[in-house]
Every structure is written in C-alpha cells, then in structure tokens.
C-alpha cells in the first residue's frame, strides 16, 4: 500500500489505531534506491517470534542462522554473534508484546456478514459443540462432521451489517439412512428458519494420492446446498446457531459453509 500511494501521488491519512505497515518500494521500482535502509521481518505464531535481517534469522528458541551461506538453517551460530543475538531477541520480544496486545484485542471479533450480496461462514470459522468435530486438525479447508446428537450446534459470531432478509445456504453431505432430520439457523433474536435434509448426498473424499504433500492432512470433498429458506438479520452483533431436529440416523450431516445471500430490498 504504501508503494501505491507513493506512486499515484495520494497522501497518506495517519489512523493511529489503524498504523500502515510496511513502506514505499518505489525508489526500487523507480531505480533510484540510494541508501537503502535495511529492515527486520518478523513472523509469529501465538508466542513464538522469528526475526530476519538480509543476511541472518533468529529463529523462536533463539537460535541465530547466517541465512546467505547456510540457507538450510543447520549451524546455529549465536554463541560467535552474541551481541547480534541479544540485539535481535530485544526486536522479537518487543514485536511479541505489541501483537499480543492486538491478539487480545481482538480475541473475539465478529465475522462480518451483509457488507456484500454473499457472505460464507465456512467451517473454519465456526465452533463446533458437543460432539461435532472438525475433519482435520487445522481449520484452512476443513468441515465438520461427527454430528451424532440432538444437542449438538454448530455456531459462528457475527456482525451484520446491513438489516434484511438473507437466503441460509448449508453446504453438506448425508450418508444413507440419515436423511430426515431438520435443520435450523437461528440468530440471538430469535428469528429462525428451517428446512428437511431430505436427500443423500454421501461422495467420497478426494483421492489423496493426487495431493503434491505426502501425508497431508487435508480431507476434501464435494458438498451439495440446500436452501434452509429465508432469515431476518437485524444490523449488529450476535450469534448464528445453526441445530438438528427429528433427527433419523446416525449422524445428521456433514457441514462445509453457511452461504447467507442478502435479498434485494
């Protein structure tokens, strides 16, 4: 962002809640770099800080790589650049708290729905209760399936934007015999609706033989929508529950997404 605004002349609105990252790469682009300053990269991962220069990495455990001739990370060479370590490690430690402040701050955000026709709440970013469980550890490309009790919900925290009526596509899968149980999303209001799974649509998983990563543990497969009809979404906050009623077999569904498509008004 800041390369573009430097390019197309836009001057650039200070937010302080809202701090630009990054900076201008059009010298570089432009071919009149000068004096380029250098700058340190940081990765994270809950506490786990990774700092990088041009020419070296210290890694979360503080472990220090000349990153230039050992690009595999294999000799660990804090002890001969002890002051670079602590130098480092400072940087890490720093950036760690700052995040850590963000991450709090927004440990419980909303998943925004109405800022657009169509909005998808996917399986990952949904929490699944009772029984139900993800298809994989990692959320990215996951779904949930082992929905084995009438108790069991799915829900996902939201932020409506705009008040309407919104379409409730659920992307699913039924094996034989589970059909007939009755879907419900409702909303904190009250407000509801519901339709049968009155077909089976149980496909196998994709062939993982085709994957480029041995092993991974990615479990994917075709979904079918049904159209659970339409729900009244008042604008702000609030939590989407989406439950099984009358429910006939084993197991009620397999859930990808909740597709809300806000009707014209």
Not at 125 to 151: E, L, Y
Not at 191 to 205: G, R, S
């Amino acid at each position: 962002m800041p390369t573009l605004l430097d390019l197309t002349g836009v001057p650039l609105r200070i937010n302080k809640r809202k701090p630009l990252d990054g900076r201008s790469l059009s010298p570089l682009l432009l071919g009149d770099s000068g004096e380029w300053e250098p700058r340190s990269l940081f990765s994270i991962k809950e506490n786990q800080v990774s700092v990088r220069t041009q020419k070296f990495r210290l890694d979360a455990t503080g472990k220090l790589f000349d990153i230039e001739s050992d690009p595999g990370q294999r000799i660990d060479i804090a002890a001969q650049h002890a002051e670079l370590t602590a130098e480092l490690d400072l940087l890490a430690k720093k950036h760690n708290a700052a995040m850590q402040r963000h991450f709090k701050a927004n440990v419980n955000r909303p998943f925004t729905v109405g800022y657009g026709v169509s909005t998808t709440l996917t399986a990952r970013d949904g929490v699944g209760h009772g029984t139900i469980q993800r298809s994989s550890k990692a959320p990215n490309n996951s779904f949930f399936t082992n929905w084995t009790q009438s108790d069991d919900f799915i829900t996902w925290n939201v932020d409506i934007g705009k008040t309407g009526q919104y379409e409730v596509i659920v992307y699913y899968t039924c094996a034989s015999e589970n059909e007939g149980a009755t879907l419900q999303l409702s909303i904190t209001d009250g407000a509801a609706t519901k339709a049968i799974v009155n077909e089976v649509f149980d496909p196998p998983l994709y062939d993982k033989s085709k994957e480029r990563v041995l092993k991974s543990h990615y479990f994917v497969k075709d979904f079918k929508p049904l159209s659970l009809g339409t729900l009244q979404l008042k604008k702000g906050k609030g939590i989407l529950r989406l439950e099984a009623g009358d429910i006939k077999g084993q197991q009620v569904i397999d859930v990808h997404s909740v597709d809300l498509l806000l009707s014209n008004q």
